[in-house]
């Protein structure tokens, strides 16, 4: 093959590219995503849509704005070309947050009064008072209207950035009354409006930002628009086979196996019950440019939301970590007001929907994929106990070793090293819950099954790791004041009078007990003693 021919067949793929323009003109490959596009602009008018990062959020928006000026030659070959007849062009007001970080209140300010300078310049509107974000908006959509005859598509994309980017500061709360007065003509504007569609990671109560928005449909757990953004196992299937098949010769493994481990890696999005699961694009797109199984969310976007939050609520990693239980409203509507941590950790995707209980509307979320869990455990290790980042691999695997090898004297002394004092960022009340939900952490990094609060008779057991011949039960206490030998006694009983090890009495495995004492006082781990 000459090597012309061999760049003619060279496919590419779309990794960081956020312009549907851009991204046809390079030829790059595109899964088709039009036929929902079109079901959108046709059934209904005011949309919100919530998706974590790195899941071509700004794409669809991007898509959408070139759709709906008119820009048939984009479509040619897509679902949308076959489906719509007219191709009329309309006026669209295309708004992104994404581009600023918006920890001051003063660079929203400025940003609004670009963007409406901008679009007042744009289509020859007068600017009125350049404070009054809400009636700048309000004349605008109006002028436009007026002046071409045609309603206004409005795309917002990165919506609650300026609140994700303040969580928790003092210009949060400004930042929420700005975007207030700035959205607030979307409702009272309606008959100006041929299209609104406002993305963002997080939904944030409208009576917080959209003030009386309630005519929006969120779309966000609706079965029709699962697939909407990520890739389906079927895509990958019908997009992706030559990158599956060059995947696989470069790792040494057949199809199957790449295809397995793929979905292992990153697969598993559910953003609603009962259908196929999404892949991140994202992710899937860096593995085949790089033909190796790496973790490309993390390395991108940097979880700052999720370490805000958890700074500020307190850590119970045993509720995130073994499948936590939900309804629809604990994790789909973030309250600035309200402890609950839920809505922030699955909005911004370090959980997803695994199961639902129709009768009862519950909904059981966790982790989407390895790749996450390994990030998400690893950022809170790094970020809650004392193991320096260029030592973390090295940390583990010791810890791996010490396991195999039944060493309960190394094992537990990598714990008591690991949170040798209570950090700054956790209240002395919350220690037990601290000391608890680190030590889970670290016996889950090392991949072998690790459960805490497994449900026994009598009780339920703090932490059981199991490997392929041990089965280590452990039980936590805090001293509270009273001997070390005494509490330590305590929870050895306590293993044996609850029946914590009856449900592994068959498996021919040794069975290694074992109680750790943890200071009351914030000073780590007293101590432990193995039976």
């Given at each position: ?129 350049k404070d009054n974000f809400g009636g700048r908006f309000a004349v605008l959509l109006e002028e436009i209207y007026r002046k071409t005859g045609k309603q206004v598509v ?61 005519q929006l449909n969120d779309i966000s757990l609706s079965e029709d628009f699962s697939s909407i953004c990520g890739i389906t196992e079927s895509e990958l299937e ?294």
């Amino acid at each position: 093959m000459c090597y012309t021919e061999h760049m003619e067949k060279k496919r590419l793929l779309p990794i960081g590219i956020q312009t549907f323009e851009d991204l046809r003109e390079r030829d790059c490959i595109y899964v088709d995503k039009t036929a929902m596009i079109y079901k959108l602009a046709t059934e209904g008018k005011p949309y919100f849509l919530s998706r974590p990062c790195r899941f071509g959020k700004s794409l669809l928006i991007s898509t959408m704005e070139a759709y709906f000026l008119g820009k048939k030659e984009l479509f040619a070959g897509l679902a949308l070309e076959r489906l719509e007849q007219d191709w009329t062009e309309y006026p669209v007001l295309k708004i992104s947050f994404g581009g600023n970080s918006f920890e001051r209140t003063e660079t929203l300010i400025s940003h609004i009064n670009i963007l409406l300078s901008d679009f007042e310049k744009k289509h020859d509107v007068a600017p009125i008072d350049k404070d009054n974000f809400g009636g700048r908006f309000a004349v605008l959509l109006e002028e436009i209207y007026r002046k071409t005859g045609k309603q206004v598509v409005i795309l917002i994309d990165e919506y609650d950035k300026p609140i994700l980017d303040a969580l928790y500061s003092d210009c949060e709360e400004q930042n929420r009354q700005i975007l207030r007065a700035f959205y607030s003509p979307l409702k009272d504007s309606d008959q100006y409006i041929k299209f609104l569609f406002i993305t963002g990671i997080t939904k944030v109560s409208h009576v917080n930002i959209f003030s009386g928005l309630n005519q929006l449909n969120d779309i966000s757990l609706s079965e029709d628009f699962s697939s909407i953004c990520g890739i389906t196992e079927s895509e990958l299937e019908e997009y992706f086979k030559p990158e599956i098949e060059a995947l696989s010769l470069k790792r040494k493994i057949n199809y199957e196996e790449t295809k397995s481990r793929l979905a292992k890696m990153y697969d598993g999005y559910h953003f609603a019950h009962d259908v196929e699961g999404v892949y991140n694009p994202f992710c899937l797109l860096k593995c085949f440019y790089f033909k190796d199984f790496g973790s490309y969310w993390f390395e991108t976007a940097t979880p700052t939301v999720l370490i805000k939050t958890l700074q500020n609520q307190p850590l119970v990693l045993s509720s995130l970590v073994n499948g936590r239980k939900a309804r629809e409203n604990d994790f789909m509507n973030y309250d600035p007001d309200s402890k609950n941590m839920l809505p922030v950790i699955y909005q911004s995707g370090y959980l997803t929907i695994k199961g639902f209980s129709e009768p009862r509307r519950i909904y059981t979320l966790d982790f989407p994929n390895m790749e996450i869990e390994s990030g998400f455990l690893n950022v809170l290790l790094k970020k809650f106990a004392k193991v320096p980042d260029d030592d973390m691999g090295l940390a583990i695997d010791n810890l791996c070793d010490a396991i195999e090898a039944r060493d309960t004297d190394k094992m537990l002394g990598m714990i008591q090293a690991a949170i040798a004092d209570l950090p700054t960022i956790v209240k002395k009340d919350m220690c037990e819950n601290y000391y608890e939900s680190v030590t889970h952490l670290m016996f889950r990094l090392t991949g072998f099954n690790v459960v805490s609060e497994l449900q026994s008779v009598c009780g339920r057991s703090d932490v059981i790791l199991n490997t392929a011949d041990t089965v280590f039960i452990l039980e936590l206490k805090m001293d509270k004041g009273q001997p070390f030998e005494e509490v330590a006694d305590q929870g050895l009983r306590q293993i044996d009078e609850n029946g914590y090890s009856q449900r592994f009495a068959v498996s021919g495995k040794t069975m290694l007990k074992i109680c750790a004492v943890f200071s009351s006082e914030g000073k780590g781990m007293l101590g432990w003693k193995v039976k």
